[in-house]
């Protein structure tokens, strides 16, 4: 099973992707926490990628495309979720490759129909633990008990540099420029399917195990 899941910043991507991990053993492939990762370690793809990320623009489809690669070879376990890649025509392109070398194929294109001004909300609210990564949010997604995560049990948080409403609305208009293009390519293929991402967290998780159950 591979699936995709696509929206714009604040859809609910890595939110719902943590679910399915947890769920079904699925693997996370998210561009974004790659990325992350790269520039904290200060790799040369990090160096590369750190100003680009936090002006909110796009990095380039090679650097994104090689760590799906490099991420697929490392196993998928169930499934695969990509999440926030593939974002242009070319990295569309280059996925279809990366699945057809292994003998792969696509099962759903998952879009997350979301409200745009409820986004910077969600996105300025947003914070995760520093020690496992699970992510909450000040309203809609506090721990259980205060400052402790219901996780891993730390009580150090932290919150994304692009995260502010200025990248956002950058982050935003790329998604619209670049990345909202690719859907047709899906839907030519019968892949799409589109969930309301403005229902409650649980709604939209129930939403999207209907279709990979294939209700
Ligand atoms: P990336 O990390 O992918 O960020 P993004 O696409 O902007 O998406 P977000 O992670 O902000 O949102 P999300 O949909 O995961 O929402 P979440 O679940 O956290 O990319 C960051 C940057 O890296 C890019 O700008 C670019 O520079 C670079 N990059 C990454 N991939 C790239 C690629 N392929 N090509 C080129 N460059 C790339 O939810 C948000 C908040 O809302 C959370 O607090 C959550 O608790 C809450 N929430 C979620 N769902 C709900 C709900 N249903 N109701 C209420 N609250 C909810
Ligand atoms: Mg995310
Ligand atoms: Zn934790």
Redesign the pocket.
Known sequence: MNII?L????????????RLVEERGMVQL???????AAVKAGTPVGLQ?KA??E???????A??SAL?GERMDAGTGSGAIF??????AA?ADALDLLLSERGQALDHVIE?GVDED??VE??V???TCAVCGT???????RPVVDNVCDVCGASEFKR?P??NEQ??R??MA??RAKTAPIIPIYESRGLVRRVD?????G??TAAIESILDGR
């Open positions: 899941l929206g714009p910043p604040g859809a609910g991507k890595g939110t719902q992707a943590q998210s561009t974004g926490d790659m990325l992350r990628a680009v990320m002006a909110g623009e796009l990095v380039s489809d650097i994104v799906i999440d926030g890649y593939p974002r242009t990295q997350l409820a986004l969600r996105i609210g947003r914070f992510g909450y949010h000040e309203t809609f997604k994304r692009d995260d990248t956002v950058t982050r790329e998604y991402g403005m229902a409650d967290i709604q939209v």
